[in-house]
Every structure is written in C-alpha cells, then in structure tokens.
C-alpha cells in the first residue's frame, strides 16, 4: 500500500458542535445541582455533627440510577473536606465504588490505602487491615466517613457493615461513619438483625426527576457542553420528555443528548435538533439498560441470564413463529439450574413471578398470556434487548 498520509489528516481539529464534550460524561460532577436543595441540606445536617468534634449518624441514601445520588454525596464531602483543611479540623473522607470495591477486604483495604498511601499493605490479611485502620483514626484523632457507592453489591455486606460499625466500641479516640449509596430500598433486608441494630441511621430517598426539571438540567449542560445556538430547544425539551417518561434519570437525559450531538458531528450538522434526539434514542436506551441491569439484585441478573441463555441457544418454545419466544416454566426451570451452579438459593415461583412484572416494568423484557394451547395460564416473554450483548455482561458479572 502505497504512503496516503495520516489517517487522521481528514479530521477537523475543531468540533463544531461541542465547546466542551467532557461536560456530557458520566464522569463529570457539576458545580450546581439543582432540584436536590433538599436532600443537600439532610445530609449536611447530619455529617455537620463531626464539624463539632462528634461521629455522625450512619447515613443511607437510596434513589432509582440517575436521580443524582453519587453526585451530591460527591459535592457534600469534598465540600466537608475542604471546610475541614480551612479549620484545621481531623476529618477524613473516603468514597469507594463497591462495584468495583465488592468485598469487605476489597472497601478496607482501599480506605487503608488511600488513609495510608505509603504504607503497602496488598497481600496482608484481613485483620492486618483493620488494625491499621483503626490505629489511623486512634493516632490521628480522626472523625472518618467512608462513603460506599452501589454498596449492596458487596458480598459480604453483613461483615463489612458489622466491622466498621463496632469499630467505635474500639475506638478510644477518633470514630467511623458509613454513607451507603444504594439503588435497592430493600437492600438493608439482606443484613441479619445485630448488623441493622448497630447501624442506628439516617435514610435519605432521592425522587425522579421530571420532565421539567430534566429540562432545566440539560440547559445547564448545554451551555457549557456545546457550541452556542447549536442545540435547539426542542432537542432539550424531548430529551427530557424520553427520559422522564422511562425513568426520571438525568444521566439519560444527558448521554441522549450527547448521542444527538455526535451524530449531528457525524453528519456534518450545524445544529442538534429532535431528529437527532430520536435517531439517537434507541442506542442510548439499550445501552442505558444493560447498564441497569447491573444494578438490579443478584436474583433479578440471575431471571435476565436464564432468559438470555434460552433466547441465544433458540431452546424457546417451537410452536411460535418467533423463536425468542419463551414459557414463564421453561424460564423459572433454567434459572434454577444457574442458580445451583453458583450455589445461590433460588426464590420461590411466586417471588419469581414477581421479577418479572418488576422486569417488564423497566422495559427489560416483553410478557404477553399464553392464550389457547396451554394448560392453565402462562407468560409468554421476550427478552427486549439484544440478546449478546445481555449474555455477555452477565456471564462477566458472574464470572467474575
């Protein structure tokens, strides 16, 4: 092949759509968070307590994906800790990700070594840990608020939480707080009855957004995110709609939106309009979706990978044209056989029921009734993603 210059030598350095596109990532963490005023003000209220040399109530927050949960535990802390520097106050702050951080060993030891960066402490024991844990908040005096992102994804949630609340019974000088940031409302029903009589919290529930809200929001990013007058304000007002109508969740409003823009970028447009926003919906409604699947409880992933077990090896039921049809049995039978495999109890078939209403309700799946041909009645359901891209998440979830 002969020398046809760099690839990229087509590419126009500058975008003329996006000012800033880093502004409409997951990652950013905006310097206002309007509409969450309220919620804002209880959590101050509560940590306030360590302002005042005293360890503040164990703190839940709870909140469906994308009703700004991570975002304000986020901007409360770094706030708290830079008031802490300014007064010379013993505070320290720690935010884990327990989907990454997914084991009591896992949260301990990187608390410890974000407390202790110079100390090495990889391979060490469990016990090791903590000790060096606690010897941080003796020695230091320290009022230490570790806050844990998705934290009913760690295994053994029983211990983590049990250790770090009875620290304190140890702790002659200094003293632990927990924030638990949680999409499950009911996740606290997976703790035996001595982890929840120490914990001794306070809960704080995020609502959806609405339509309006969403809106506000996106206009806010937009200003930032994108080159001015480039988005309509249609673009934002149905990108808000979409997202407000499915689910309240502003981190969908926002990659909408940003998917409308890079296929306008894609397309030589000049301005982001709702034609972009409905070309792009059903890309960011898939992806938005696998990525909640991730959040639900182990047992719901459990019903998702049976479904999409049958659905990829077309084992559904042979009288229907669609082969992605599937029996509500032949489902609960395979669940089963996973769950074993993993050595996970399965639910009863009531409680199995129940999931997939919940997974119809998140647009995960489609149910219709068996009609004629069966005996008694049966669900008829449809996986209503594709099918690999499922598969493939829960086999690394489980496998993991």
Not at 10 to 25: A, Q, T
Not at 95 to 115: G, M, P
Not at 271 to 292: L, N, Q
């Amino acid at each position: 092949m002969g020398v046809m210059g760099n690839i990229f030598d087509k590419c126009d350095f500058e975008s003329k759509i996006f000012e800033n596109r880093g502004i409409m990532l997951p990652s950013y963490l905006p310097e206002k968070l309007p509409f969450r005023e309220k919620q804002i003000e209880d959590m101050v209220s509560v940590l306030s307590a360590c302002t005042k040399g005293d360890r503040p109530t164990n703190l839940f927050i709870y909140g469906k994906p994308g009703t700004g949960k991570t975002s304000c535990t986020k901007y409360v802390i770094n706030q708290l800790d830079e008031f802490a520097k300014k007064n010379s106050l013993r505070i320290r702050t720690i935010y884990a990700n327990c989907r990454q951080y997914n084991s009591k060993y896992k949260v301990l030891s990187n608390v410890v070594q974000k407390l202790l960066p110079e100390r090495d402490i990889i391979g060490y024991s469990g016990t090791f840990v903590y000790e060096n844990l606690l010897a941080y908040c003796e020695k230091n005096q320290a009022k230490l608020i570790v806050a844990m992102d998705e934290i009913d994804k760690v295994k053994d949630l029983d211990e983590l939480i049990y250790a770090l609340t009875r620290a304190n019974e140890e702790l002659k000088k200094g003293a632990i707080s927990i924030i638990g940031i949680s999409n499950q409302l009911t996740f606290k029903e997976r703790l035996d009855a001595r982890t929840k009589s120490s914990l001794c919290e306070k809960e704080i529930v995020f609502p959806p957004y609405n339509a309006e809200e969403l809106a506000e929001i996106l206009r806010e990013r937009v200003k930032m995110a994108f080159k001015k007058g480039v988005v309509d304000e249609s673009a934002i007002k149905y990108a808000a709609a979409i997202a407000a109508q499915e689910s309240g969740d502003a981190r969908a409003a926002v990659m909408l939106l940003l998917r409308a823009g890079e296929l306008a970028e894609k397309e030589l447009l000049n301005k982001v309009t709702d034609v972009e926003v409905r070309k792009a919906k059903r890309e960011v409604e898939e992806e938005i979706a696998i990525d909640m699947i991730s959040t639900l409880p182990e047992q719901q992933q459990l019903v998702i990978y049976a479904i999409s077990r049958l659905t990829f090896e077309k084992r559904g039921i042979k009288r229907f044209d669609d082969e992605h049809a599937l029996c509500s049995g032949e489902i609960y039978d395979e669940y089963k056989k996973i769950a074993a495999r993993f050595n996970i109890a399965p639910v009863s078939i009531r409680w199995f029921q129940e999931y997939i209403g919940e997974l119809e309700t998140y647009g995960i799946i489609l149910t219709t009734n068996s009609g004629k041909g069966f005996k008694g009645q049966s669900r008829i359901i449809r996986l209503g993603l594709d099918v690999e891209k499922v598969k493939t998440a829960l086999e690394k979830r489980f496998s993991s």
